[in-house]
Structure formats: structure tokens, C-alpha cells
């Protein structure tokens, strides 16, 4: 046996012969974790093997460690809570917890040793002190905020590598706790709280969250409300105020929502009258085009997203009408400085536009990307929205939503640069309306001559 294997196993004896709960006994954790952590980097390593078995006891000790610990945490005041999560015992515990459950044949006997071996429900805790984080951040930016969800995505991903064990028998207890309306909540309340209260995280942490709940939805089996869940994600979309120093978590946490949106809506329903604020997406996106010309991939899963809204087909609305209110006024919420378009928009509207291959488009998803578009300054930014509301509009060629784009761009014609020209001049090749077209060239005539007639008297 080799002087680290020794090592080793000198401080394993130490550790399990003292008194749990001790001064002695966490110092002997400690040393024992810390030495552990440089020592092994598999249960299949033949040295773990001889020193620690099937690795149950072990597992056992981790977790009551770890339970003891995470009590101690979610009792503490927030300062203490921070400072105690981001110390490297409670990071070293964490380790050892994701060590055992990985690889991911070995994630059934752990975990159900968690549930087994001393009764142990890790699942629980790791969301309980994923909540206290939460609700640290909901308060807004604080010291050690940052580091402590460094921490917060280890919680996140060893959540994720237990309900993904394929053994589920195993594990009944665990996936209970995960997949209950309470705790799906807790899991979506990540890209709320973080949206919400613009706190930097690790960029992956409302990534996590999702595919964590991707994981949750898939298991549960039971009657959730997860129209109500959707109608919390909505309301934080539409009542949180844009931010000009929008960054690139946030971009982050808004594409999640809105996918988080449409993952409830594939399970349940899609509602016949749109409830997404658009008035609100089409705020904050304007604050994010750096943020998203930065970030290709976010952008397309962005344009992804908006079309799924705008050409999913719905129900017929049945009974009394939708309150309208829910949503939020589409223009009051563009910012100020944007008056000319501002006033270039009729009222919102929940009604759908048919075209003749029978194909629906949402009324207000083109008018927030109409706003998009006319607003937008970078190229790889005008030629997102560009892309996708034109596409849209030619759906919807004889209605009101190509007269509608059409009229907003006339309205800021000034202030459009040579690629949204581009955009607008093709589609007018797809009008079969003459009038339309016939206005628009005559307004662009117009507009021309004036111009030269002011250049002349400079």
C-alpha cells in the first residue's frame, strides 16, 4: 500500500471512530476530505476499492456530514449562510457526494443509500438550500452572493445526475421530493429570481435549472398545476422593468423562461388568447443587442422560441372572454424614445391572422418584432428580427399584419439603414396588394423629394 493509500486510511479510522457531531469529529472530516478529494478520481479506482469496499459506509458518513452541515446552513442568518456555503468543508462534502454518484452506474447504490443508509433524502436538502440562495439573491446583490452560487450549481448538477438515474426504483423517495409542485416551482424560481433581480451568476446556472426541470417534468406523474407555474414566469417577464445594463446571464435566463413557457404550454395547452406580455420581451430585448450580436447560439434558440409563439395553432376561446389586463399594455411598455414608432401602433390585439394555407400567426408577435427591427442598430441584430418578422408578415401577405409592418417602417422610413431597406424592399415583392404597394412607393417618393428640396436651400 503506498504512503497516500495510508494516509488515507489512517484519517478514514480517524473520521469514523470519532464522535459525530464534535469539534473532533468535524476537524477530522475535514482532514480526511481534503486528502480524499487529491487522492481518488473514480469508485472503479482498484484503491478505492480495497480501502472502502462497495463505498457504502462511506457514502453513509458523506452524508451525515452533509446533512448536519446543510441543517447548520439553512438555521444560519444569510452572511453566516454565504460564508459557511462557499468554505471549502461544505465544497469538499459536495464533491465527495458528486463523486459517489458518478459514473452514472453507480448513481442507483448511492443514491438509494442516501434514502437507505440513515434515511437520508439528499434530494430535499439540495433544494432547500437552493431556495435559501434565492431568496438571498431575490433581495438583491450581495457579498459572497456570487460564490455561493458557484456552490449553488454544484447542488444543481448532482440534483440533476440523481434523477437522472435510471434505476428509479431505487430512488422513490428522492424523485418524490423533486417532482412535487413545490419543487418544480423552487427549480423554475432560478431563471425568475435571477431575471428578476439581475444578480451575476455563472451563466449556467439558469441553463441547469431548465434541463433540470426538463428532467422533472419528464418524471412526475402526478396533477400539477403547470398553468399557474407558467403564469409566474409570465408575470415576472411582464412586471420586471428592462435593464440598459442588461447582460449576457440575463439574455440567459430570458431565453430560458420563454422555453420554460413553451415546455408547460407542450404539455398542457397553448392558451387561445395569448398571455405572454410581448409589449414587455420587445422592452428588454432592446436592452440586450449587444448581449445577443455576443451570443449567436442564445439568439437562434431566442428566434426559436418566438416562432413557436407566434405559429402554434390554438384553441378557439370558449366562454366569456380572457381578461386582458394579465398582459400588460404592449405600449406602454416601449421605451420613451421611441415616440414616432410608439405612436405608429394600434392597439394590442389577441386575434390570430389566417393565411390561405391556413397557417396562423400571432398578431402580437409581430408587432414586437416590427419594434425589434426598426430599433435595431447592429447588423447581426437587424438581420435576426429581419429574418424571422418577414417571414411571418408573408404568411399573413393580404392582411392587416403586411399593411402593419409595412406602416411602422413608413413611420420611421428616416431612420432605417441600408439592411433593413434591403429587408423591406424585398418583401414588397411579396405583396400582392397593389394599393399597399403603391402607397408605400409614393410615400418613399415623397419622402425623397423633400429631402432633396432641404438639401437644396442648405
Not at 477530522?28 to 482498484?46: A, C, H, I, Q, Y
Not at 405559429?311 to 380572457?322: L, V
Not at 404597394?437 to 438639401?455: C, P, R, Y
Request: aromatic share 8%; with cysteine; hydrophobic share 40%.
Amino acid at each position: 500500500m503506498t504512503d497516500t493509500n495510508g494516509k488515507v486510511q489512517r484519517l478514514w479510522l480517524e473520521a469514523r471512530c470519532s464522535t459525530f457531531g464534535t469539534m473532533d469529529h468535524g476537524e477530522k472530516m475535514k482532514l480526511f476530505l481534503e486528502v480524499f478529494t487529491v487522492s481518488f478520481r473514480s469508485v472503479n479506482d482498484p484503491n478505492f476499492k480495497v480501502l472502502f469496499g462497495n463505498g457504502k459506509e462511506l457514502c453513509n458518513l458523506v452524508c451525515k456530514n452533509f446533512v448536519h452541515s446543510a441543517k447548520h446552513v439553512l438555521s444560519s442568518d444569510k452572511m453566516h449562510a454565504l460564508r459557511v456555503t462557499t468554505g471549502g468543508y461544505q465544497i469538499n462534502l459536495l464533491n465527495m457526494l458528486s463523486f459517489l454518484v458518478r459514473p452514472s452506474d453507480n448513481v442507483a447504490a448511492m443514491t438509494s443509500t442516501y434514502e437507505l443508509y440513515g434515511n437520508h433524502n439528499i434530494c430535499a436538502l439540495l433544494l432547500m438550500l437552493h431556495g435559501q440562495l434565492l431568496s438571498i439573491a431575490s433581495e438583491g446583490p450581495t457579498a459572497g452572493l456570487t460564490e455561493g452560487f458557484s456552490v449553488d450549481r454544484m447542488y444543481l448538477k448532482l440534483l440533476s445526475d440523481i434523477l437522472g438515474c435510471p434505476q428509479r426504483d431505487l430512488i422513490r423517495r428522492c424523485v418524490s421530493e423533486c417532482v412535487n409542485e413545490s419543487a418544480i416551482n423552487t427549480v423554475l424560481s432560478t431563471i425568475n429570481i435571477l431575471y428578476a433581480s439581475h444578480v451575476e451568476v455563472p451563466r449556467d446556472i439558469p441553463e441547469t435549472a431548465l434541463n433540470l426541470f426538463k428532467k422533472q417534468q419528464h418524471l412526475t406523474t402526478v396533477n400539477i398545476s403547470l398553468d399557474r407555474i407558467a403564469a409566474n414566469l409570465e408575470q415576472t417577464l411582464a412586471t420586471t422593468p428592462a435593464n440598459k445594463e442588461s447582460t449576457s446571464t440575463t439574455l440567459t435566463c430570458l431565453v430560458c423562461l420563454l422555453e420554460a413557457v413553451l415546455l408547460i404550454r407542450q404539455r398542457i395547452r397553448f392558451p387561445p388568447v395569448e398571455t405572454l406580455s410581448f409589449g414587455a420581451l420587445a422592452s428588454a430585448l432592446l436592452n440586450m443587442e449587444n448581449a445577443l450580436a455576443q451570443n449567436s447560439e442564445y439568439a437562434k434558440r431566442l428566434i426559436l422560441c418566438i416562432d413557436a409563439f407566434a405559429t402554434t395553432p390554438r384553441q378557439e376561446a370558449s366562454g366569456a372572454p380572457a381578461d386582458k389586463k394579465q398582459r400588460g399594455s404592449f405600449l406602454d411598455l416601449i421605451p420613451r424614445s421611441f415616440n414616432s414608432l410608439k405612436e405608429s401602433l394600434a392597439p394590442s390585439s389577441d386575434r390570430a391572422v389566417a393565411d390561405e394555407a391556413g397557417l396562423t400567426v400571432c398578431t402580437e408577435v409581430v408587432e414586437c418584432l416590427t419594434t425589434l427591427f426598426v430599433c435595431a442598430v447592429k447588423e447581426s441584430t437587424i438581420f435576426l428580427y429581419g429574418s424571422e418578422l418577414f417571414k411571418l408578415a408573408q404568411m399573413s401577405a393580404k392582411g392587416d399584419l403586411s399593411r402593419y409592418v409595412l406602416d411602422s417602417c413608413r413611420d420611421n422610413f428616416m431612420n432605417l439603414n441600408e439592411l433593413q431597406l434591403s429587408f423591406l424592399c424585398n418583401f414588397l415583392f411579396t405583396i400582392s396588394d397593389k394599393v399597399d404597394i403603391d402607397a408605400f412607393v409614393g410615400f418613399v417618393m415623397e419622402t425623397m423629394l423633400s429631402n432633396d428640396k432641404l438639401n437644396m436651400k442648405k
